[in-house]
């Protein structure tokens, strides 16, 4: 699992709230994203970091937003939750292996917005 | 947009029979072809991956076959047994110096039956 959590692991919250959703490595790795995943669409990239305080948008970012203050810690966050939001939340690392690099992911938050 | 187009949705498979799953990509500066292996409740695992130098990698009963010129690329399992049923991703990446942000099919349901 490449050292990866995330947390919480379910979350249930009502319309317009706010949500963070965590993400904690332990092998100091430098790239680390999150992507969301539905069916019918796979997984799809929302945001990724570069480094601390490193990050940029990807292909679905519209209503969330990243942190990330510390090298283990990436954050993402809803800042007013929608029903189109529930999903199963990845966060993901890259990592050099035999040369390559290669993207391991975490075991998911499964977020639903009631 | 959907630049990689994976079929079929889902597949049913005997035990001992050879699975296959299909993928197209239009994007030619692709040039990194992971497989993922995702089971229910579980985030994606790393399967096998291929670059456009090899037209094949085979590791154990997983073989990737690669047709640059179609921009197609294809999952088989050999000897298909019930420990396979799972959702299987194709993805691909362009080149990035380790940031590489991966695009991801739809998934195919494989299912191995007795």
């Known amino acids: 699992d490449a050292g990866i959590t995330q947390s919480p692991r379910h979350k249930v919250t009502e319309t317009g709230t706010p949500v963070t959703l965590r993400c904690h490595q332990t092998e100091n790795h430098r790239y680390m994203y999150w992507y969301r995943q539905d069916p019918g669409h796979g997984l799809r990239l929302i945001h990724y970091s570069y480094g601390v305080k490193d990050t940029d948008k990807g292909e679905v970012s519209d209503g969330y937003s990243v942190s990330r203050s510390k090298t283990e810690d990436f954050l993402l966050t809803l800042e007013s939750a929608t029903s189109s939001q529930t999903s199963v939340y990845f966060c993901?690392?890259?990592?050099?292996?035999?040369?390559?690099?290669?993207?391991?992911f975490g075991p998911g938050t499964r977020l639903t917005v009631t | 947009q959907q630049q990689v187009k994976q079929s079929p949705q889902s597949l049913i498979v005997q035990k001992g029979g050879i699975s296959i799953i299909n993928c197209a990509y239009e994007?030619?500066?692709?040039?990194?072809f992971p497989w993922y292996q995702q089971f229910p409740g579980k985030g994606p695992a790393l399967l096998i991956a291929?670059?456009?130098?090899?037209s094949e990698k085979k590791e154990g009963r997983f073989t990737i076959s690669f047709n640059k010129s179609a921009k197609q690329f294809s999952l088989h399992i050999m000897d298909s047994q019930p420990g396979d049923s799972a959702t299987y991703f194709c993805?691909?990446?362009?080149?990035?110096?380790?940031?590489?942000?991966?695009?991801f099919g739809t998934g195919t349901r494989l299912t191995i039956i007795p």
């Open positions: 993901a690392i890259s990592e050099v292996v035999a040369g390559a690099y290669e993207q391991y």
């Open positions: 993805a691909a990446s362009t080149p990035n110096f380790g940031n590489e942000k991966l695009t």
């Open positions: 994007n030619t500066a692709f040039d990194y």
């Open positions: 291929i670059r456009p130098d090899v």
